[in-house]
């Protein structure tokens, strides 16, 4: 995977050698709201 604290490659080359978007590794997915938690519980019963 991407290494950030590697000094030889930046984590632009990185990304580009795991053909990667940058944005992809700096993504940090979101949790479901406890709306959307509630609604997909009731949806399960």
């Given at each position: 995977m991407v290494e950030p604290a590697n000094s030889d490659l930046?984590?632009?080359?990185?990304?580009?050698?795991?053909?990667?978007?940058?944005?992809?590794?700096?993504?940090?997915?979101?949790?479901?709201t406890a709306l959307n938690l509630m609604l997909m519980r009731q949806i399960d019963e």
């Open positions: 930046s984590i632009g080359k990185q990304c580009k050698l795991l053909s990667i978007s940058r944005s992809s590794f700096y993504y940090q997915p979101k949790g479901e």
